[in-house]
């Protein structure tokens, strides 16, 4: 399992923008496609975007295409997720997880356990 770390969680303005880190240890994270997840309150957590380990190829979900960006660092074992134009519907704890793909197109995490994730309060 890869260990990973989440942080670049905080209160911001709607319109603002944030950018979250994901420092990973253990096995590097060059050998998995790496995504963020979010969970809000009251609610299932859900898939936010993806980067591919060969080729950087990326995917969002509707809800946040054209405005995150996700974004990885090989040398320093990161992965980023860059949040613009933050809506207060993003408001949720973001966790970054390897990622797999399932039958119908779903992504999951490959990881056994959550990290901590980081928070993300977007005001009105």
């Known amino acids: 399992q890869v260990q990973l770390v989440e942080s670049g969680g905080g209160l911001v303005q709607a319109g603002g923008s944030l950018r979250l880190s994901c420092a990973a240890s253990g096995r590097t994270f060059t050998s998995y496609n790496m995504g963020w997840f979010r969970q809000a309150p009251g609610k299932e957590r859900e898939f936010v975007a993806r980067?591919?380990?060969?080729?950087?190829?990326?995917d969002y979900a509707d809800s946040v295409k054209g405005r995150f960006t996700i974004s990885g660092d090989n040398t320093k074992n990161t992965v980023y997720l860059q949040m613009n134009s933050l809506k207060p519907e993003d408001t949720a704890v973001y966790y970054c997880a390897p990622v797999g793909r399932d039958y119908n197109g779903r992504y999951y995490s490959r990881n056994l356990s959550w990290g901590q994730g980081t928070q993300v309060i977007v005001s009105s």
């Open positions: 980067i591919s380990a060969i080729g950087g190829s990326t």
